[in-house]
T-cell receptor, first 117, second 116 residues
Framework: DAGVIQSPRHEVTEMGQEVTLRCKLISGHNSLFWYRQTMMRGLELLIYFNNNVPIDDSGMPEDRFSAKMPNASFSTLKIQPSEPRDSAVYFC???????????????FGPGTRLTVT | AQKITQTQPGMFVQEKEAVTLDCTYDTSDPSYGLFWYKQPSSGEMIFLIYQGSYDQQNATEGRYSLNFQKARKSANLVISASQLGDSAMYFCAMREGDGGYQKVTFGTGTKLQVIP
């Protein structure tokens, strides 16, 4: 079975540009999480969705960040305009929720390393 | 207050020895769960073990066991018979609440290095 798929794996962009990160959930999972990891702040939850509905977006840094789930298996995280302080590794994770398996286990994607110059 | 505290930024262990990675947590919710994840240098996050607050027995998964001491609010990870491949960052995390709410808070991690 394919795990969580993220693209791109690496992104280098200039300050002010729009960046879109993509994530494909594991089939059958109904919860989706976006995390950001930096040396300074560790692993932070940005937003999580359950059944395509945003449940908690309190970790989204500011209005420059937005996340969507256009369908049950796909999500995007957009940064517009990007800034150097957005440089980090962005992880997407999915979970089966209460539908099956260990309900709260999160399966992480490989991450997208974003560098904003 | 920090919800998850990992006081050991780095640890060394001799190959084949056991090692304990510390984790304390803070919550007033009676329903919660504790996780440990491994992050090797390649960067991926790998789920290791889970303990629910109502679980009567300590969780075990192969060489990993979770020493859950509820009164002390600690959830230490024990790795037995360390292997070179165990060298990685280890994160403790907590989920609070019930009813399907799944927000997880991560600690700052412990870097484990296994010495041959």
């Amino acid at each position: 079975d394919a795990g969580v798929i993220q693209s791109p794996r690496h992104e280098v962009t200039e300050m002010g540009q729009e960046v879109t990160l993509r994530c494909k959930l594991i089939s059958g999972h109904n919860s989706l999480f976006w995390y950001r990891q930096t040396m300074m702040r560790g692993l932070e939850l940005l937003i999580y969705f359950n059944n395509n509905v945003p449940i908690d977006d309190s970790g989204m840094p500011e209005d420059r960040f937005s996340a969507k789930m256009p369908n049950a298996s796909f999500s995007t995280l957009k940064i517009q305009p990007s800034e150097p302080r957005d440089s980090a590794v962005y992880f997407c994770a999915s979970s089966p929720g209460l539908a099956g398996g260990l309900p709260y286990e999160q399966y992480f994607g490989p991450g997208t390393r974003l560098t904003v110059t | 207050a920090q919800k998850i505290t990992q006081t050991q930024p780095g640890m060394f262990v001799q190959e084949k020895e056991a090692v304990t990675l510390d984790c304390t947590y803070d919550t007033s919710d009676p329903s919660y769960g504790l996780f440990w994840y491994k992050q090797p240098s390649s960067g991926e996050m790998i789920f290791l073990i889970y303990q629910g607050s109502y679980d009567q027995q300590n969780a075990t998964e192969g060489r990993y066991s979770l020493n859950f001491q509820k009164a002390r609010k600690s959830a230490n990870l024990v790795i037995s018979a360390s292997q070179l491949g165990d060298s990685a960052m280890y994160f403790c995390a907590m989920r609070e609440g019930d009813g399907g709410y799944q927000k997880v808070t991560f600690g700052t991690g412990t870097k484990l290095q296994v010495i041959p």
